[in-house]
């Protein structure tokens, strides 16, 4: 294979000398370099120093200087020196003349060049991060390009058209745009960058990558230092953040396994370059009209149009914190699930495929799990187009993990979803979520172990009380009150609430132990959550996926909020139409917090509509949501769906504000979001967050 290296100079020679000095250490023998036409007199001076440090350098390398008579801008430049090279060579590296390659840097790109040849996938070669990984040698695949030193192959630059809006074009014809970091969303609207105003090669061939859904390699460490955040360059500003320690490993690097993308790495990059990749691109004076960079700006208030932007920004950068679900720390293995068969035997999947199948429940429930994963993979997803809430759950789980659904078999998506490996605490960062609320029923001798031996802090203990109104037998042989009962609870396991699921009340009528429950709790200042209109057992063949909707009477919670001041009730509802009700309720009553969308609630048309609905009612005094998972990977659809519909309710209603002529700052919205998802549901429930 044909190598060739080209380095990019404009004004800098200084930078310039650096970059081939660094070039020569690394012993290379040719290079091309290619200068652009200066744009004036002072530019022409400092080119001509250039050339004299090229006629320095003669001795210890070979260059092929390359000039332009007129001046193209940086673009021209780089897509005219990739088309010259690929015209004698199979593959180039491309080095501007800021960016010194480092001990070690042509050795990653040769070896990294040979063995990906033949690998499509793999669009481009890399060698600056940020990530500053320790104690590994590995490289890793991400989705995003970096245009400091890199390579890439004569076949994959020929499919390339580098116009900026026939890719945005197609990346919106194909649903990407949608998909692609949030930074690099809006460089899609900016009408500069649109008519190819703004002089920035690199965009097209990033996008490259997500239309194809190609990736970029990395080494663990970075092989690049940028010298030209010194506020010299053209486009970019003056920064440190992008300096990264030189440290030199001598290890040889190794390669992934899997050509998928490092979902960790990529998270974290990410993060970064949302609110970093600007720099990069514009200089100081120009910043205040690209939307990313004002972010950095707390004083600013802002403009209508950046609303969906900045709460995109805070909603997705905001930790979790979940307030009820069905999960458990991984140390319990029965009880910790994960994984694509546990994924598929959700109960609301499960009644799904009954309701549809015709097959025989009894039959369904002596199957095996796996058994089961692959009927109902089979009827809900290659039969039918997935387009439930649940059905739809799990593509975008498969999406996230980087599996093609392509209608492919079960076995074939195990397979694919088993090589993914992701820990417990990968799921907790990929979806964003710090900490969650178990459901610990302390009448289950099985699970009594879970909240007496678990030591992992972001699994926090609720008591679920159903079992003390239904199965209260141990009350009574053993003559131990209630009170006594709770308070050995509180006393162990330190719950954050306790919690009950009804109908429409009528365990708690029957026995007395609800008012006992209550005085604990005033005691103790715990909240008591309400989990209302559940008729369990609508058809028991269905077992756990055969609860249905009861007929709640919401003047029985009416009348609990009124006889018990002091206590706190976390409520939700099971039934659209109670919703208006609650809502009602809590503008009456100061100890009712609702919360969440529970079940057959947790529905984007009911979610949006009563969000608003609350927000219109009660402004922020509610928690806006629980995730109910079972399944930790469900975290990652649940919430990335939920954080949507939260962005798109509330950026309309701070728009309306906007609209009154109230002025709102980007430091005002993310105080409020995090409100909203961690200091609320946290400080409600005594968590320290
Ligand atoms: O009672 C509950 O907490 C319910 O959420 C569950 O029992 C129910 O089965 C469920 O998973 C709903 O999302
Ligand atoms: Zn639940």
Redo the contacts with the bound molecule.
């Keep these: 294979m044909r190598i060739g290296t080209a380095v990019l100079a404009y004004n800098r020679p200084k930078h310039f000398k650096k970059v081939i000095e660094g070039i020569i250490k690394e012993k290379v023998k040719n290079i091309s370099v290619y200068i652009d036409g200066p744009e004036n007199s002072i530019i022409e001076r400092e080119q001509s120093k250039i050339i004299s440090y090229i006629k320095k350098f003669k001795k210890k390398i070979s260059i092929k200087l390359i000039r332009q008579n007129k001046n193209h801008g940086l673009a021209f430049s780089v897509l005219n020196a990739i088309k010259t090279e690929f015209k004698t060579n199979d593959a180039i590296i491309l080095i501007e003349d800021d960016c010194v390659p480092q001990k070690g840097f042509f050795k990653y790109i040769y070896k990294s060049l040979k063995k990906y040849k033949n690998e499509k996938k793999i669009k481009s070669i890399c060698s600056y991060n940020n990530l500053n990984l320790k104690n590994t040698n590995k490289t890793f695949l991400l989705k995003r390009f970096n245009p400091w030193g890199w390579a890439t192959w004569r076949d994959r630059w020929k499919e390339f058209n580098p116009d900026i809006k026939i890719m945005i074009e197609q990346l919106h014809s194909l649903g990407k745009i949608n998909k692609l970091p949030l930074d690099l969303k809006i460089y899609c609207k900016n009408n500069n960058i649109l008519q190819g105003k703004e002089d920035i090669w690199s965009l097209s061939w990033t996008f490259a990558h997500y239309l194809d859904d190609a990736l970029v390699l990395y080494p663990p460490y970075s092989l690049i230092k940028n010298i030209g955040f010194d506020g010299s360059g053209i486009h970019c500003t003056k920064t440190k953040v992008f300096d990264v320690s030189n440290n030199y490993r001598s290890k040889t690097i190794s390669y992934p396994k899997k050509t998928n993308v490092n979902l960790i790495n990529e998270l974290k990059n990410e993060n970064f370059l949302v609110q970093n990749s600007s720099k990069t691109f514009f200089k100081n004076k120009k910043l205040d009209n690209i939307q990313p960079y004002n972010l950095l700006r707390n004083t600013n208030y802002l403009p209508y149009d950046q609303i969906n932007y900045y709460l995109e920004r805070f909603v997705f950068s905001t930790k979790i914190v979940d307030i009820?679900t069905?999960l458990y720390p991984s140390k319990f293995k029965n009880f910790y699930k994960t994984g694509l068969i546990e994924l598929l035997n959700y109960?609301y999947l499960a009644a799904e495929f009954l309701s549809v199948s015709g097959f025989s429940p009894k039959k369904f429930y002596n199957l095996t799990n796996l058994k089961r994963a692959k009927i109902i993979w089979n009827e809900l997803f290659l039969k039918r187009i997935p387009l439930s809430t649940s059905t739809m759950g799990i593509l975008k789980i498969l999406e996230k993990y980087e599996i093609k659904y392509e209608k492919n078999s079960f076995n074939e998506i195990l397979k694919e979803f088993n090589k993914n490996n992701l820990s417990e605490n990968d799921i907790f960062n990929i979806s964003g979520v710090k900490e969650v609320v178990m459901?610990n029923n302390p009448f289950d001798k099985m699970e009594e172990k879970i909240i007496q031996q678990n030591s992992d802090k972001r699994y926090k203990v609720s008591i679920r009380l159903d079992d003390l109104f239904k199965n209260n037998k141990i009350f009574f042989k053993k003559k131990v009150s209630v009170d006594k009962y709770l308070q050995r609870l509180i006393k162990n396991y330190k719950p954050v609430y306790f919690a009950i699921?009804t109908n429409n009340f009528e365990e708690l009528s029957f026995k007395n132990y609800f008012d006992d429950v209550l005085k604990v709790l005033r005691r103790f200042n715990i909240p008591l959550m309400i989990?209302m209109g559940?008729k369990r057992n609508v058809n028991t063949n269905y077992k756990?996926a055969g609860?249905g909707l009861g007929k709640l009477n919401v003047d029985n919670l009416e009348i609990i909020l009124r006889n018990n001041p002091k206590n706190v009730f976390l409520v939700s509802c099971l039934d659209y139409s109670d919703h208006f009700r609650i809502n009602v309720l809590a503008r009456k009553f100061s100890n009712i917090k609702i919360f969440g969308y529970?079940?057959f609630t947790?529905q984007e048309s009911i979610i949006k509509n009563v969000m608003r609905l609350r927000i219109e009612m009660l402004n922020d005094n509610f928690i806006p949501q629980h995730s109910?998972a079972?399944v930790i990977d469900q975290l990652i659809y649940k919430w990335n769906d939920f954080r949507n519909y939260y962005i798109d309710v509330y950026s309309k209603k701070y728009k309306q504000l906007i609209e009154t002529g109230y002025r709102i700052k980007a430091e005002d919205l993310e105080k409020n979001v995090y409100n909203h998802f961690v200091e609320k549901p946290a400080k409600l429930l005594g968590i320290k967050s």
């Design positions: 009820h069905h109960h459901t699921s989990l559940v756990l609860d529970w079940w947790n109910d079972r």
